[in-house]
């Protein structure tokens, strides 16, 4: 499989000096996808950058992991997503301008740009799956436990990233290879999601062991209507796991296949979505048409005039 190099971002990157330190600091967001289920509206422009409500559903992302506590975040990228960097980068002529004008409030919407982590970039050249775009940040990661955060999925939360740090800490306390988000699906949805086998001996709240996943099961056939939700976090054994990874009739390295490899021989985990908590999905237009209304409902200047306005539509 190809590797690909970090690339620096808005700040520099050294491994000069290594630091001591406790807890999980790192990220890497898979972002390189061609996003086919969106076209012809992600022709030229990401499916991560599609707006949800005022913000791309990838701000959502990178917000969320700022505030579980990360600061090193490595997105993954592909052809025609140049998008994402500069929605991130810095735009001083902008600032001036809307300065010049007096346009504090605007100038406020883009306090993001000083978002408090470091930003690095990488290309999946070629589309061979979720599991060699990560193995893409095997340098990156330096031989850390990481988190693995899909860019087109958004994670809502009592507050941002509470659920993000709780899924980080139980990877920590289980000691686990691998630790993977989950959110309960209706039965016929379970068609659709990589579905979790737990353990039976091994259920504690919303924690439990993992025995088994299977990928897009039969109705029947399910072991359990809990979906995989779009969140990880790894341990380093995940890239040997890559490398021993078969790839599809497609081509292409699926990260459950790799995780099924890992149960071989370790522990994984899985954290179930708790009350409140759910997964927002902008992969597909049925799904992204969902997410954009939930969050345009939410907006504190707008949400209630279109509340209103979709009310007297829908009458």
């Known amino acids: 499989m190809e590797r690909g190099g970090v690339r620096e971002g808005r700040t520099p990157y050294t491994r000069c000096l290594k630091e ?23 022709k030229s422009q990401p499916k991560e950058m599609l707006p949800v409500g005022r913000k791309p559903a990838i701000q959502y992302v990178v917000e969320e992991l700022e505030a579980a506590g990360i600061t090193q975040i490595l997105i993954i990228t592909g052809q025609k997503k140049r998008a994402i960097e500069d929605h991130f980068d810095r735009d001083p002529a902008l600032i001036r301008r809307l300065q010049e004008t007096g346009n504090h409030k605007l100038i406020g919407e883009l306090e993001y740009e000083e978002v408090g982590v470091q930003l690095f970039y990488t290309r999946q050249s070629k589309q061979l799956g979720t599991a060699h775009a990560i193995s893409l940040a095997e340098n990156f990661s330096d031989g850390e436990p990481f988190v693995v955060c899909l860019g087109d999925s958004i994670i809502k939360s009592e507050y941002p990233g509470a659920f993000l740090k709780r899924l980080m800490d139980t990877h920590e306390k289980r000691n686990a290879s691998a630790t993977i988000a989950f959110q309960e699906v209706k039965s016929e949805d379970v068609v659709k999601y990589g579905i979790a086998s737990p353990d039976p001996e091994h259920i504690e709240g919303l924690q439990f062991k993992l025995k088994g996943l299977v990928e897009k099961p039969a109705i029947d056939e399910a072991p359990s209507k809990l979906a995989i939700s779009a969140r990880y976090v790894f341990s380093p054994e995940i890239f040997n796991a890559i490398r021993k990874t078969t790839p599809t009739t497609n081509g292409e390295y699926q990260i459950t296949d790799s995780i099924r490899l890992l149960m071989e021989q370790s522990e994984v985990w899985g954290l179930k979505l708790g009350e409140g908590e759910k997964r927002y999905d902008v992969g597909g237009f049925e799904s992204y048409f969902k997410t954009f209304v939930t969050f345009a409902l939410a907006d504190e200047e707008a949400g209630e005039s279109f509340k209103k306005y979709v009310t007297d539509l829908l009458s």
């Open 20 to 42: 001591v330190k406790v807890g999980i600091h790192k990220a890497v967001i898979p972002a390189a996808g061609l996003g086919t289920r969106l076209l012809p509206a992600t």
